[in-house]
């Protein structure tokens, strides 16, 4: 039975639970949040053990509970801070919510530390292992597509529609000091944005050259935000490669959601068929059921293929991603998105924010 422990309670916790529970190999233990209150609402919420303990310092909860894995559901100024103390316990699995960390050095300080002390690094990110994006994934491997050579990715951020987001997770993201992304802070490109930048290196599984970004400002947000970016060519391509992503701000619009009134839309061309992946954390709403909006749609060989049987629940996402740290927890295999491959996407998202403030391309092997 693997001990888990949550440091973080808020609305994401929701999400983040779901595959823990009625899971016969692990047993969630402990529960941490600075207000106490609200993770004694979670216990009450989901009907966990009365006897469960809750903490209101972390440091307090991994000191007395023998935790297995540790979900850190924290700002993002914390991560590290958490992440290395946890690490330095003797935590063997330490699970961190994206962004992984404000800086580069940071990211480098826990890596270390799991190193030094044998911990499983994993930074948590649902959107691959959701089930229409994992068969996208599959397909654009057995080249069904043919070859790369673009991908956009673009993320529509609605204001109604999703659930209620309590007003001090809302007002921590709005510090650039807690959210991270430069000198401003970027609740966007670096906050919402980290999904976006995962995805652009998963789907074609080559590393980014060179990038050049702009953001604009609305109430205090990095909003509507567009990112070039031109892929390495560690081998040879048909067309070089080249992708770029839009976050565009909708403030008069309702994308019905049970989570975030936020949704997102894929489209790979490749040397022979197009790709559209429609939906992300609002898929399964009345925009799915049409034919217009499936899941996956291909074009290819003159024909229209459509993809529609997946669970469409955004929470199945969260769900497989759980499962997958569980499996690394019990065999200690290396996550899919490890300190070090996290790393990676952090050095990606944190130049483009760069270039956004200096107004120019930015190439990665330049970027310190």
Known sequence: MLRVGFIGT??????????????????????????????????????????????????????????????????????????????SKGVRVISVQKPMALTLKEADDMIKACNDSGAILSIYENFIFAPHIQKAKELIDQDYIGDITSVRIKVALGTSGGWEIPESAEKWRLDPKLVGGGVKGSPILFDNGWHAFTLARWLVNEEIDKIFAWTGSYNGMDAPAYVLFKYKQSK??????????????????????????????????????????????????????SDVFAPIIIIRDGKVETYNDFNNDWKQSFINATKHLIEVAKNEKKPVLSGYEAKKVLKFNLAAIKSVEQKKEVLLDEFP
């Not at 600075?34 to 919420?45: E, S």
């Not at 297995?68 to 993002?76: A, C, F, K, V």
């Not at 068929?273 to 709403?285: C, E, F, K, L, Y």
Request: charged share 25%.
């Open 10 to 87: 808020g609305v994401i916790f929701d999400l983040n639970v779901l595959g823990y529970l009625e899971n016969e190999e692990t047993k969630i233990v402990a529960l941490c949040n600075r207000t106490v209150q609200k993770a004694r609402d979670k216990i009450d919420k989901f009907k966990f053990s009365e006897e469960m303990h809750v903490y209101s310092d972390y440091r307090e909860m991994i000191k007395n509970e023998e935790l297995d894995i540790l979900e850190i559901l924290l700002p993002h100024n914390l991560h590290a801070e958490a992440c290395i103390h946890a690490a």
């Open 236 to 289: 040879e391509h048909v067309v070089p490669q080249y992708g770029q992503m839009e976050f565009c701000y909708l403030p008069e619009m309702e994308i019905p959601s049970p989570y975030y009134s936020t949704d997102e839309f894929i489209e790979i061309i490749a040397s022979r068929g197009i790709m559209r992946i429609n939906q992300g954390t609002a898929i399964g709403n009345a925009m799915t059921k």
